[in-house]
């Protein structure tokens, strides 16, 4: 097992830029997950640690070791790939001990890693099945299997779910991060899924057109989103934004957005007059008729034990986690007061975070 | 109430089965007559080939046989009256046309040219198609499309248009009527086919497996050999029985460049000549034979073409 570093790396395709500049450490032992929308460049991140794809320029460390120029054969990497890619001419066997023939392990000791490495991951009845018959989340254990029945450096993982139906799903996060627990091996894992994310990660880092725009816990994440990007793509419902005009002065105790007077945490920057926005989360949302932050319900979302509730204001759409009991009646007016200590400030052209004591110490990529 | 029956919308229906099925085995019992009588004639005497109103039934000889395998010489009946009795089989039916065994034919050199210079060029037409094709499905190739252009336009014209500039190399290089001139022609020749054919099997073949592979610690030769080679069999079969079926039929080249120590099946065939004219039993038996090759490697392939192996552990 081994930490694995990323400096600097960069990827381009002619033009394109599929990754810029990324920086980010995967202590050993971490479950590390990148997470971003299609086309963000985490494959191709992936693919470059694996050494299946050279970077323009950049280093990666395997364990203290720089690694940017070996062959992917000689890192000692274990990759699980998107689409499983078991070899179809094998069955179940001969696929998980194909990287020990590879090294030249002798056939009984192979046996013995094969069977072992099955029984772990609960397969060992299907070891002379043809691969092609196999189940979805069998499929997806022979990957697992082919990956840790080596014992490499550090498992990579691209979008090992994205195949698997829901219900699958669910049952293989848990146990990945079961296997996790059990091996603790070092882990990059891809997906663009943010619950998968949220539940399995250590540290995310969060991807953007190329940008890490976000690296940390997954309540890092949350809770102290660096970008406006980070705190959209993150939550379902997403974070809510209030636009609205005006200047921040360090240590200010609130904004005034048209008339109504919101209290923050305090800012620990200034911004001149501009375009801000005040991010809010469906959770810190309350109606309070007391409120000069008004809106009129235009519809509710009824969830169990909470509802959506969706109200629209002059400064945009408001999503409200609400308990279910509340009465909302869509073309009703309503007050609308904020959670201040969880407010998130963004600056409306950058769509950065602004410096406030509820945000310090959050790492941008 | 109206009566529906159910019926699938894409399943044929029956009656839609059984008139395509009748029209099939309509075709495949018409494109088999031609066969059929090469291998029945095979079978006839000289006379009975060439009888007005053809016959269907006949007694079956095997003169054919004999004639395409040895040479024979006439000769008096007083010299035969003092040969010990003729020993049974094509001795007996020789002697019967007043005639004794001179000697073998030139059938077994033949068939084997045949057997080398096809087999030898369809082997070296895959295996390089397999390797280029993988080439280009792979890497980056410098100017990729102009150059696979170029290798199809190789199949633009026929093949033969080009015989008489190859005929003149060959002579001037030494390779006319050698094993090694045919097999390259025909190599040359199958090649562009093999890499068009297989490159489209290959870029079916998903990358992440020989990637995985590369990745578990094999080199990418490796990886090609254990990984995508078993993959693309389907592909290499198929490709291998056009090459083939092209080199063993050939026919013009080997006028033009054979004459003996290389000369195929196809030039040899018509020139079977027996006493007053073409013998038909005897080229007759040659094709009959010579369609059992290709007709034995088709068999064997089409094992190997129907178990298609399924791409299904790499969903989509
Ligand atoms: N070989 C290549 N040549 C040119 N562009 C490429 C190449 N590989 C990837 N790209 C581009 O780089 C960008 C990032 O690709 P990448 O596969 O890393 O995205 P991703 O984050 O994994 O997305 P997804 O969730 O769809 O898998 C994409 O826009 C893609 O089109
Ligand atoms: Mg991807």
């Known amino acids: 097992m081994a930490e694995i570093r990323v400096e600097k790396l960069h990827k381009a395709f002619g033009e394109f830029v ?28 992936l693919r470059m640690i694996a050494g299946l794809e050279l970077p323009t320029s950049g280093r990666i460390l395997l364990g203290g070791e720089d690694v940017t120029f070996n062959r992917a054969a000689a890192r000692d990497i274990a990759f699980v790939f998107q689409l499983f890619a078991l070899y179809p001419h094998m069955n179940v066997r001969q696929n998980i001990g194909f990287p020990l023939k590879c090294e030249g392990m002798p056939r009984a000791e192979i046996r013995a890693r094969v069977e072992e490495t099955a029984r772990f991951l609960r397969i060992d009845h299907l070891l002379s099945q043809p691969t092609s018959r196999l189940a979805g989340g069998d499929r997806q254990r022979v990957a697992l299997g082919r990956a840790i029945v080596r014992r490499p450096k550090a498992f990579l993982m691209d979008e090992p779910l994205g195949t698997l139906d829901t219900e699958f799903r669910d049952l293989m996060v848990r146990e990945l991060r079961e296997l996790h627990m059990r091996i603790a091996a070092t882990t990059v894992y891809v997906t663009h899924d943010q619950l998968e994310a949220m539940s399995m990660a250590d540290k995310i880092a969060v991807m953007n057109r190329g940008d890490i725009e976000q690296f940390g816990t997954p309540q890092e994440i949350y809770d102290r989103p660096a970008t406006m990007f980070v705190a959209d793509f993150i939550g379902s419902p997403p974070m809510n934004f209030l636009a609205f005009r005006g200047s921040v002065e360090p240590g200010a105790a609130s904004v005034g957005i048209n008339g109504a007077i919101v209290d923050i945490p305090a800012p620990r920057e200034a911004r001149p007059e501009g375009d801000l926005a005040l991010g809010v989360r469906p959770e810190h949302v309350r109606f309070d008729d007391g409120s000069k932050l008004r809106g009129t319900v235009f519809g509710t979302e009824y969830l169990g034990t909470t509802q959506i509730v969706t109200v629209t204001t002059a400064h945009g759409t408001v999503k409200a986690r609400l308990p279910a009991d509340i009465r909302a009646e869509a073309g009703e007016t309503v007050g609308l007061s904020l959670r201040s200590e969880r407010l998130t400030l963004f600056d409306g052209g950058s769509g950065r975070a602004i410096r406030t004591a509820q945000n310090e110490g959050t790492h941008h990529g | ?61 095997l003169e054919g046989y004999c004639n395409l395998f040895t040479t024979r010489s006439r000769q008096t009946p007083e010299y035969l009256e003092s040969l010990p009795a003729p020993e049974p089989g094509c001795d007996a039916i020789v002697r019967s046309r007043n005639m004794v065994i001179a000697g073998p034919s030139n059938v077994i050199p033949r068939f084997t040219n045949s057997i080398i210079i096809a087999f030898g060029s369809t082997f070296l037409a895959v295996f390089l198609g397999t390797i280029t094709a993988y080439a280009f499905s792979r890497f980056k190739v410098p100017f990729a499309d102009d150059i696979l252009f170029f290798i199809l336009s190789t199949r633009f ?28 022609l025909y190599t040359a020749v199958n090649v562009s086919l093999a890499v068009w054919l297989l490159k489209g099997f290959i870029d079916e073949i998903p990358r992440e497996y020989e990637e995985a592979a590369m990745i578990d610690g094999y080199s990418r030769l490796h990886a090609f050999v254990k990984v995508v080679l078993p993959q693309a069999a389907t592909g290499i079969a198929a490709t ?12 013009a080249f080997a006028v033009l460049l054979t004459s003996g120590t290389a000369q195929t099946m196809p ?3 018509p020139f079977i000549i027996g006493e007053g004219g073409q013998d038909w039993p005897a080229v007759a038996a040659a094709t009959t034979l010579f369609l059992i090759p290709i007709f034995v490697f088709t068999i064997l392939l089409r094992k190997h073409l129907l178990r298609g192996i399924t791409f299904g552990a790499v969903r989509k």
């Open chain 2, 1 to 61: 109430m109206s009566k529906t029956t159910a019926h699938s919308v894409v399943a044929p229906t029956p009656t839609a089965r059984r008139v395509s099925g009748a029209i099939v085995i309509l075709y495949a019992l018409i494109t088999m007559i031609p066969l059929a009588w090469i291998v029945m004639t095979s079978f006839k005497t000289p006379p009975d080939s060439i009888a007005y109103p053809p016959k269907v039934l006949f007694e079956p000889s």
């Open chain 1, 18 to 45: 599929a990754v810029r500049e990324s920086d980010f450490t995967v202590a050993d032992g971490e479950f590390f997950v990148m997470l971003g929308p299609s086309g963000c460049g985490k494959t191709t991140t």
């Open chain 2, 240 to 251: 291998a029985i056009f090459c083939l079926i092209f080199a063993w039929n050939e026919y």
């Open chain 2, 157 to 184: 014209m026929p093949p033969i248009a080009v015989a008489i500039p190859i005929f003149l190399m060959y002579r001037a290089i030494g390779l006319s009527d050698t094993h090694l001139g045919m097999i390259l």
């Open chain 2, 267 to 269: 030039p040899f065939i």
